[in-house]
């Protein structure tokens, strides 16, 4: 049942309430993987790698339409030169203006909830390609009804050792920054496609409650419409058989 | 900028020297991709096996980046019990204002580890190890000997 809205209200909390659970123990995840990024400032790099997070599966309200505005507007104001694409919604929305910066594009996205191993496929597709930066675009979840498109930078390993701040931690050289940055980049992305999911889940179940809505109520006016037709058929016969035999009388 | 750098070295041997007067728990996030065990909970101490030797983390530790080897990750709870895990490779991250992430690909409680099942898929992974062919295959079938022999080693 891809809405279940008409399920009732506790179905609903039931499921996004499963989603919630296991969303608080993703963000445990995910806020502590970029933990080195948000305390300390690195500053981003030129060369820019968008990262666009969405799926294959539609009927999600404006969740990958507004994921391809922001990236086109993201486009028009500096432009954009590497993507990479999760999702063929995304892949649509882009392909006609962006169509020659894709690097590399993922399918079969959106059915299963993701794997932390589509996680690692997607982080070294991305790690294969010389970048600055790493922008990942995707839906973050605010709450059931709400949420929003976010970039996420992730500096590169050569931004993150020109950068001072990164000697105040011991132990720093080449060899362990960059299996560092891996790991870590394959973290945030995973947090990032669940996220996603999330939001479209709940988008999903937002825009299916009110195409039930509204179904239901034209369903309501018309079959009103056709009673009152119905019985001004029926009361127009009983006055012209009513007339007719009054006129033979 | 040399000057900020001198500056900067300076202010972390001071937080070296102060060590020892720190308070006596830090914040521990701990967790997989699956499962969060700490999130930010107060603890007394933690030891994880890494790339550069097996270390104790106290409270007001260096800050820190680490590579995390299959092994055993100690952690003494603020109420004094220690807890053992078992992790399969991750990183771990200690921030100058003391709070450490401690971020794994796959946890399991010690307690869980089944020896038998273990001894036994050491031994496939061995003869797996031995007939692997190309580098990629050699490399995969190494970190699976390394991470059963961690596992053999608590079980």
Redesign the interface.
């Given at each position: 049942v891809v809405g279940g809205g008409h399920l009732g209200k506790q179905w609903y909390q039931r499921r996004v309430g499963k989603q919630w659970y296991q969303r608080?123990?993703?963000g445990?995840?995910g806020?502590?993987?970029e933990?080195?990024y948000t305390?300390n400032e690195f500053e981003s790099g030129e060369d820019k790698l968008i990262l666009a997070i969405s799926s294959d599966r539609g009927l999600c309200g404006g969740v990958h339409s507004g994921l391809g505005k922001a990236i086109k507007a993201a486009h028009a104001e500096k432009p954009i030169t590497k993507t990479i694409i999760v999702g063929d919604k995304a892949k649509a929305i882009l392909q006609r203006t962006m169509g020659d910066t894709f690097l590399a594009t993922f399918n079969n996205v959106g059915k299963k909830p993701a794997s932390?191993t589509d996680?690692i496929n997607v982080a070294e597709e991305v790690l294969s390609h010389e970048a600055d930066t790493v922008d990942i675009v995707y839906n973050k979840f605010i709450n059931v009804v709400s949420y929003d498109s976010t970039t996420k930078p992730i500096p590169g390993v050569a931004s993150i050792e020109a950068n001072?701040a990164i000697?105040?931690?011991?132990?720093?050289d080449s060899e362990?920054?960059k299996?560092?940055q891996e790991?870590?980049l394959a973290?945030i992305v995973?947090h990032s496609i669940r996220e996603q999911e999330c939001s479209e889940q709940s988008a999903r179940m937002n825009a299916m409650e009110n195409a039930t809505r509204n179904a239901g109520e034209m369903i309501d006016k018309l079959t009103l419409a056709y009673n009152r037709t119905r019985q001004a058929v029926i009361t127009r016969e009983l006055i012209e058989i009513i007339s007719g035999a009054n006129a033979l009388e | 900028m040399a000057f900020r750098t001198i500056a900067v070295r300076t202010a972390a041997l001071c937080r070296r020297a102060m060590a020892t007067e720190a308070g006596s728990t830090f914040p521990l996030t701990f967790s997989s991709p699956t499962s969060a065990l700490f999130n930010e909970a107060a603890v007394k101490q933690v030891d994880i096996p890494s790339t550069t030797g097996h270390f104790g983390i106290l409270p007001n530790h260096v800050p820190t980046i680490a590579i995390l080897l299959p092994g055993v990750v100690s952690i003494t709870t603020e109420a004094g019990d220690i807890q053992k895990f078992f992790v399969s490779s991750g990183t771990a991250t200690i921030h100058a204002d003391s709070t450490v992430q401690i971020l794994a690909e796959e946890i399991c409680d010690v307690a869980d580890i089944d020896g038998n099942a273990v001894r036994a898929a050491l031994e496939a992974s061995k003869s797996k190890l031995a007939s692997a062919s190309s580098e990629a295959d050699k490399a995969a079938a190494q970190i699976e000997v390394d991470v059963y022999e961690g596992m053999v080693a608590v079980a």
């Amino acid at each position: 049942v891809v809405g279940g809205g008409h399920l009732g209200k506790q179905w609903y909390q039931r499921r996004v309430g499963k989603q919630w659970y296991q969303r608080r123990v993703r963000g445990v995840y995910g806020t502590g993987a970029e933990s080195l990024y948000t305390k300390n400032e690195f500053e981003s790099g030129e060369d820019k790698l968008i990262l666009a997070i969405s799926s294959d599966r539609g009927l999600c309200g404006g969740v990958h339409s507004g994921l391809g505005k922001a990236i086109k507007a993201a486009h028009a104001e500096k432009p954009i030169t590497k993507t990479i694409i999760v999702g063929d919604k995304a892949k649509a929305i882009l392909q006609r203006t962006m169509g020659d910066t894709f690097l590399a594009t993922f399918n079969n996205v959106g059915k299963k909830p993701a794997s932390f191993t589509d996680a690692i496929n997607v982080a070294e597709e991305v790690l294969s390609h010389e970048a600055d930066t790493v922008d990942i675009v995707y839906n973050k979840f605010i709450n059931v009804v709400s949420y929003d498109s976010t970039t996420k930078p992730i500096p590169g390993v050569a931004s993150i050792e020109a950068n001072d701040a990164i000697y105040n931690y011991d132990e720093v050289d080449s060899e362990v920054l960059k299996c560092y940055q891996e790991f870590t980049l394959a973290n945030i992305v995973y947090h990032s496609i669940r996220e996603q999911e999330c939001s479209e889940q709940s988008a999903r179940m937002n825009a299916m409650e009110n195409a039930t809505r509204n179904a239901g109520e034209m369903i309501d006016k018309l079959t009103l419409a056709y009673n009152r037709t119905r019985q001004a058929v029926i009361t127009r016969e009983l006055i012209e058989i009513i007339s007719g035999a009054n006129a033979l009388e | 900028m040399a000057f900020r750098t001198i500056a900067v070295r300076t202010a972390a041997l001071c937080r070296r020297a102060m060590a020892t007067e720190a308070g006596s728990t830090f914040p521990l996030t701990f967790s997989s991709p699956t499962s969060a065990l700490f999130n930010e909970a107060a603890v007394k101490q933690v030891d994880i096996p890494s790339t550069t030797g097996h270390f104790g983390i106290l409270p007001n530790h260096v800050p820190t980046i680490a590579i995390l080897l299959p092994g055993v990750v100690s952690i003494t709870t603020e109420a004094g019990d220690i807890q053992k895990f078992f992790v399969s490779s991750g990183t771990a991250t200690i921030h100058a204002d003391s709070t450490v992430q401690i971020l794994a690909e796959e946890i399991c409680d010690v307690a869980d580890i089944d020896g038998n099942a273990v001894r036994a898929a050491l031994e496939a992974s061995k003869s797996k190890l031995a007939s692997a062919s190309s580098e990629a295959d050699k490399a995969a079938a190494q970190i699976e000997v390394d991470v059963y022999e961690g596992m053999v080693a608590v079980a």
